[in-house]
T-cell receptor, first 116, second 113 residues
């Protein structure tokens, strides 16, 4: 079965540079979530999209932005990178529980960003 | 706001033994989902088990089962016949309907051969 695809898997950037992460959700999933997981930390919610519209926003820095495109893939754009942005970035997708979906989020393998 | 608490940062269990990981949560909602996710060294987030709050019966998936106490807002995970491959970080997670997942801080499980 198709899973959530994230690219790139690894990314190394210098401070103050810009990075873009991509996420391709499972087909027919209507919601995409972005999480940031620092070393030894639990995943922190950044932002979500439902049917290509932003549906919720968490602890996402103003330097970060995201969008979901007409083909449902999503991109997380990070500018003016800081050392503290080094983390594993997860994308997850799901169907809406209210629509009878199973409820869980399906996670991609993550994109590891290292800022030097 | 909902919160998820895992009071055990680390646990160890002998191979083939049984271990229980604790999780409590706080919510004012009556309908929601609870999950246990496993994160092995590969860092992939893998769903272990899911519980719908409206179901009184505890979920079971092979060697994994939960003890869901809705009134006490408790959701523990029992792993029977522990195997070396069970070594991982385990996250308890809460999701209200149509909303994001909130994770606990995690419990690192070590399996002793």
């Amino acid at each position: 079965a198709a899973g959530v695809i994230q690219s790139p898997r690894h990314l190394i950037k210098e401070k103050r540079e810009t990075a873009t992460l991509k996420c391709y959700p499972i087909p027919r999933h209507d919601t995409v979530y972005w999480y940031q997981q620092g070393p030894g930390q639990d995943p922190q919610f950044l932002i979500s999209f439902y049917e290509k519209m932003q549906s919720d926003k968490g602890s996402i820095p103003d330097r970060f932005s995201a969008q979901q495109f007409s083909d449902y893939h999503s991109e997380l754009n990070m500018s003016s990178l800081e050392l503290g942005d080094s983390a594993l970035y997860f994308c997850a997708s799901s169907t809406t529980p209210l629509a009878g979906g199973p409820g869980e989020l399906f996670f991609g393998e993550g994109s590891r960003l290292t800022v030097l | 706001a909902q919160t998820v608490t895992q009071s055990q940062p680390e646990m160890s269990v002998q191979e083939a033994e049984t271990v229980t990981l604790s999780c409590t949560y706080d919510t004012s909602e009556s309908d929601y989902y609870l999950f246990w996710y496993k994160q092995p060294p590969s860092r992939q987030m893998i769903l272990v088990i899911r519980q719908e709050a409206y179901k009184q019966q505890n979920a079971t998936e092979n060697r994994f089962s939960v003890n869901f106490q809705k009134a006490a807002k408790s959701f523990s995970l029992k792993i029977s016949d522990s195997q070396l491959g069970d070594a991982a970080m385990y996250f308890c997670a809460y999701r209200s309907l149509n909303d994001k997942i909130i994770f606990g801080k995690g419990t690192r499980l070590h399996i002793l051969p």
